[in-house]
Each structure stands twice: as structure tokens, then as C-alpha cells.
């Protein structure tokens, strides 16, 4: 715990102290939960029973005005969010309904309750797309996926592994910014993962969504099926794309022109870039921001690059580098002590 740890949570008591018309010292506030972020979550128990979740965001490194906004407009579209009781945006103080303590990914606990709860993962991409319109959310352009794509380069290769950036990369960089920017433009979470799905009465919750945005059609769907703790074949991928392709182009949003080889390869270059992102921005928060556990699961993430690869033609050189440079590379330095 930092040193400011101890004086925010000072403040935050008091603030929940003078919502609820109670003594500081009558508060029930405890840890629910931290994120890669510099935010907090706290849960605070009621004197009549009830509990609600408390948000510490400092407003010198977090700024949650985006968060404020898309909860009420989007629980007004009727999408399921945490109802949103209080927000002092200014000491950096929200205040949240509780929605209890089961992610997603603790439902996943054989092949076939795995499979139902991806179903209806994706069902809750269709509505939000459908409900929820884009206008208003910050632009995901090509300066926005090219600086995510440069977070590989930079951080992975450079700051952690100590290599020069690949051949074909300039190609495949651009490529995949192509691909991307090809696609129908709908509301995005951006980080559409299990961990960020609550689970409660057998019903799914959206959580984090502060940085959503404007961006491609088949972003979230790539965010569930290619997240931190499912690896699927390349058949029940594709059929999954395949099933989302035709539902969004009965609801409009896509076009019946958009063949079904032509959507699952503009898929596969929305996974390959956001497999690319994030192994630069787990390294980033390890080296930067001293968070822990993120480099164990950069192997993870590289499966997801190379199965994304695979499913787009061309790029054979990044490829080949990928298996005869990278691969052995990022085994090397996880094996090397710390």
C-alpha cells in the first residue's frame, strides 16, 4: 500500500460517512478489490443491511468522468451497469450499486458451462451495439490503434526483451490498422473480458467501461473470445464469428455484403492487434507501473497472436520471426531468475 493509500481511504470514509448521515467511526469499509489502474474498489456495509461499492479513482491519475457518463447513459439505454448513486468527481469519490464478488471467468468450470456462458457473453455484444450508440465516445482511429500497436515494440521488445523490432513489422502494423478501420463503427467496451462481466442472479453486469469508444464491430467479440482465460480452436472461433456476422447483419448493423471469409479474416487482424497491445501493456505495467503477474501470462497472449496470425494470409516473414526469434526469446527471459 502506497503512502497516500491510508489518507485516501481517510477521506473516502468521511465522504461515505456524510452521504449516509453517519459517524466515521460507524462505517463498515473493506477492500473489495483493486485493478490495473491506480483505482480502488472498497464494499461498505449499511447499518440497515445493504451494501454498496465505493470507487477511490485520485483524480491526478484517474480521470472518471468517462466512467460517470457512459454509466448513466447507457443504464438509461437499459444495458445492464451498476446503478450509479453518487459521484464527487472532484476529491475522486464514486459511489456504486454491489454487485457481489463473482466474475465471469469463476463460472468457468467445465467445457460445456464455459461454452454456455460465452453465449451469452455475446449476446450482451449484440445488445450493447444495438442499445448503445457511439456518438460521444473518443474516436478509435488510426493515431489510437497505432499507438496501441506500438506498445509491442516499445515495451515488449525494447524495455523487456531487449530486441529490434521485426521484419514485416511496418506491413503487418499497417495492415491491421486497415482492417480495422474497414469495419462498422458501434460502441465499444475495449476490454470486453470475462473479468470485467459480473455475474449476478444467473445475469451478466458490464463493469469498467471509462475507456470505451467509437471503434470496429468485432473488437468486444475479440475481447471474450481471445481474453486471459479461454484458448479455443480455430473451428469454434470461426463459427462463433461466424454466428455474430449474421445476427449483426440482421440487426443492421453490418453489411449482407461483408462475406463470411472477408469478416473472419477482418477477426483475426482485430485479435492479432489486440494480442499485440497487450503483450506490450502487460510488460508496461510491469516495468513502469510495478504491478505483478502480468508477464505469466504473455505465453497465453502469443498463443492468441499466433492462432490470430494463422488465420490471415501473408506476413510470413513476422511470422517466422514470431517462432524462430520471439517465441524462444520470451521463454529465456521467464525462465531467467529475477
Known amino acids: 500500500m502506497s503512502d497516500a493509500a491510508p489518507k485516501r481511504l481517510a477521506q473516502l470514509t468521511r465522504w461515505a460517512a456524510e452521504r449516509h448521515a453517519l459517524p466515521p467511526s460507524a462505517l463498515d469499509l473493506r477492500l473489495a478489490a483493486g485493478d490495473a489502474s491506480f483505482r480502488r474498489y472498497y464494499r461498505l456495509a449499511l447499518p ?23 454509466a448513466r447513459r447507457w443504464e438509461a439505454a437499459g444495458l445492464p451497469v451498476p446503478h450509479l448513486h453518487a459521484a464527487d468527481l472532484a476529491a475522486g469519490f464514486i459511489e456504486l450499486e454491489d454487485l457481489g464478488d463473482t466474475p465471469l471467468q469463476e463460472r468457468f468450470r467445465d467445457a460445456a458451462e464455459t461454452l454456455a456462458w460465452h453465449e451469452r457473453a455475446q449476446a450482451l455484444i449484440h445488445a450493447l451495439q444495438n442499445r448503445a450508440a457511439p456518438d460521444g465516445l473518443p474516436a478509435y482511429d488510426a493515431d489510437l490503434l497505432g499507438r496501441e500497436l506500438d506498445l509491442f515494440p516499445d515495451w515488449c521488445l525494447g524495455e523487456w526483451l531487449g530486441l529490434a523490432s521485426p521484419p514485416g513489422w511496418p506491413a503487418l502494423r499497417q495492415a491491421l490498422i486497415d482492417a480495422a478501420l474497414a469495419q462498422p463503427v458501434v460502441a465499444v467496451h475495449r476490454d470486453f473480458d470475462a473479468m470485467n462481466l459480473m455475474v449476478r442472479d444467473d445475469a451478466l453486469v458490464l463493469i469498467d467501461f471509462q475507456d470505451a469508444v467509437a471503434g470496429p464491430l468485432s473488437y468486444d467479440l475479440i475481447s471474450l473470445l481471445r481474453g486471459r482465460y479461454c484458448r479455443f480452436d480455430a473451428a469454434r472461433f470461426a463459427a462463433w464469428v461466424e454466428a455474430f456476422r449474421r445476427r449483426a447483419v440482421a440487426d443492421g448493423r453490418l453489411s449482407s455484403s461483408i462475406a463470411e471469409a472477408t469478416f473472419l479474416a477482418q477477426a483475426n487482424a482485430m485479435a492479432a ?18 504491478r505483478e503477474g502480468y508477464l505469466a501470462r504473455l505465453p497465453h497472449f502469443l498463443a492468441h497472436l ?33
Not at 440497515?48 to 457512459?70: C, H, K, N, Q, Y
Not at 492487434?273 to 510495478?290: A, E, M, N, P, Y
Open 48 to 70: 440497515d443491511g445493504g451494501t454498496r461499492i465505493l470507487m477511490d479513482a485520485p483524480p491526478a491519475r484517474e480521470d472518471s468522468r468517462p466512467f460517470v457518463a457512459i
Open 273 to 290: 492487434q489486440r494480442s499485440l497491445k497487450v503483450l506490450g501493456i502487460f510488460c508496461r505495467l510491469t516495468l513502469r507501473d510495478h
Open 306 to 338: 499466433e492462432d490470430s496470425l494463422a488465420g490471415l494470409e501473408g506476413h510470413d516473414a513476422f511470422r517466422a520471426w514470431l517462432t524462430e526469434t520471439f517465441r524462444p526469446a520470451l521463454a529465456t527471459r521467464l525462465g531467467a531468475p529475477t
